[in-house]
């Protein structure tokens, strides 16, 4: 376990914060909360750490004790019972933050033997100081586009009605509500509410395995989040969701390639009619697809039906990492970076999803990395995404094909990047084509 040095004033220093076996959280006196970047630990301090963001919710981490900083001996200790409350077990906390926010630091954590794959969210570190949960993020995108506070369920139930009678046979119309009601699907909410960006998932089946995918796991021994697509909407049904999506909405976007599909690329043969049908009615509206960009050739054909942008995801520019996280299958990491260039060559707008870990992300090599694609490929955006997997074992499948030094920190790397390359946007969401040149 390394170590950074602590703070030297105790008085900037974040409470610890733990979770008892019933789930009940709360702060250890006498303890100091820690971030972990890999094998990095550090205490966390009011300056490396903001109030939690509306909408973040903690969460208890089973079968792991918490790593936290003790005040009187000045080391760092993974503690299995409550030392306040003798024989009272005690769980880690973590702040799965708001869209919007980076995580700077990992809650810190030591598994134990029996312990299993975390569920497929973010774990950020988090602390309490002067009666606030504090959490160690920086913000990216300030767009409310998935605030809480703004899709009120009345609300959506209401835009529910209403779609129900302007499109009654529609069954992506249908799954949407599913996404939006059960699910709690942001996008699927938006649809419903006439605002910002509705989702048109489509693609039953996907040419990669993420090691993350929240649709589809097979054999892994980690729950998805939500169920995948079940059927694949046709042409027209497609076009009418997007239509009465772009005809009310200002700045409208309409995106293929969501949490409950596989990638779009491989409905191409719906899709592309889907567009074509959409363009022949109106100009109106950005059209994007959120794609692993496995099929330049296919991609090509869509940007002439009238595609607008695209957002390709990527863990690693280095091909071993991502082989390692994506898994593909039947394509390789070069067809990915051809539909990047074909992207930029047919002047679309280029986004990369890129899918974030402190300790992974923020490592020289990597960075490095990232820097060398970006003076080839002159994308528009990054949207930094938190990678939603199990940290550690993140890690572990990392290193076990590529080599990585010590982390620089996120913060410190996004103001290098923002520094190399000043015209590149930095977000999280998918903008309308109003706004590709701002």
């Not at 024989?87 to 030591?110: H, L, R």
């Not at 693609?203 to 995918?213: K, T």
């Not at 020289?364 to 970006?374: G, N, T």
């Amino acid at each position: 376990m390394s170590k950074r040095r602590p703070e030297k004033n105790d008085d900037a220093l974040l409470t610890a914060l733990v979770a008892n076996q019933a789930g009940e959280i709360f702060e250890l006196d006498g303890y100091a909360a820690v971030g972990m970047e890999g094998s990095l630990m550090k205490p966390l301090s009011i300056e490396q750490t903001c109030r939690i963001p509306y909408g973040s919710e903690l969460m208890l981490l089973p079968d792991r004790k918490p790593i936290l900083y003790n005040l009187a001996s000045r080391r760092y200790e993974a503690l299995l019972e409550n030392p306040h409350a003798p024989g009272e077990a005690i769980f880690p906390v973590a702040a799965f933050n708001s869209p919007g926010y980076v995580i700077t630091y990992i809650s810190a954590y030591q598994e134990s033997e029996k312990a299993g794959y975390l569920p497929l969210f973010s774990y950020g570190a988090v602390g309490w100081h002067r009666g606030d949960f504090r959490t160690a993020v920086v913000m990216v995108d300030p767009e409310p586009r998935q605030d809480l506070r703004q899709m009120k369920r009345e609300d959506i139930v209401a835009g529910i009605e209403a779609m129900r009678e302007n499109l009654p046979s529609n069954r992506l119309r249908e799954h949407l509500e599913t996404c939006a009601l059960r699910y709690g699907c942001p996008a699927g909410k938006n649809f419903f509410l006439g605002r910002y960006e509705a989702p048109l998932p489509t693609a039953q089946q996907c040419n990669a395995r993420c090691l993350g995918c929240l649709s589809l796991q097979k054999d892994s021994g980690i729950p998805h989040s939500q169920d995948r697509i079940r059927f694949t909407p046709s042409s027209k049904e497609i076009a009418q969701v997007a239509l009465a999506h772009i005809n009310r909405v200002k700045n409208s976007v309409v995106s293929f390639g969501q949490g409950c599909e596989g990638d779009p690329l491989l409905a191409a043969n719906v899709i592309e009619p889907a567009i074509r049908r959409i363009r022949s009615i109106t100009p109106d509206g950005t059209i994007n697809m959120n794609t692993n960009g496995s099929q330049p050739e296919i991609l090509n054909r869509l940007f002439d039906a009238g595609l607008d942008s695209i957002r390709i995801s990527l863990n690693s520019i280095r091909e071993e990492c991502y082989q390692a996280y994506f898994r593909p299958q039947g394509y390789r990491f070069g067809d990915v970076l051809d539909s990047i260039r074909v992207a930029l060559t047919n002047q679309k707008f280029v986004a990369i999803n890129y899918l974030n870990c402190p300790g992974f992300t923020d490592t020289p090599r990597e960075m490095d990395a990232l820097i060398k694609f970006l003076h080839r490929y002159p994308i528009h955006m990054i949207q930094w995404r938190n990678l939603n997997f199990d940290p550690v074992r993140y890690w572990d499948e990392m290193n076990s094909v590529a080599d990585h030094s010590e982390p620089i920190g996120m913060e410190k790397m996004l103001n290098r990047i923002r520094k190399q390359f000043p015209k590149l946007k930095f977000g999280y969401f998918n903008p309308p084509k109003e706004n590709f040149d701002e």
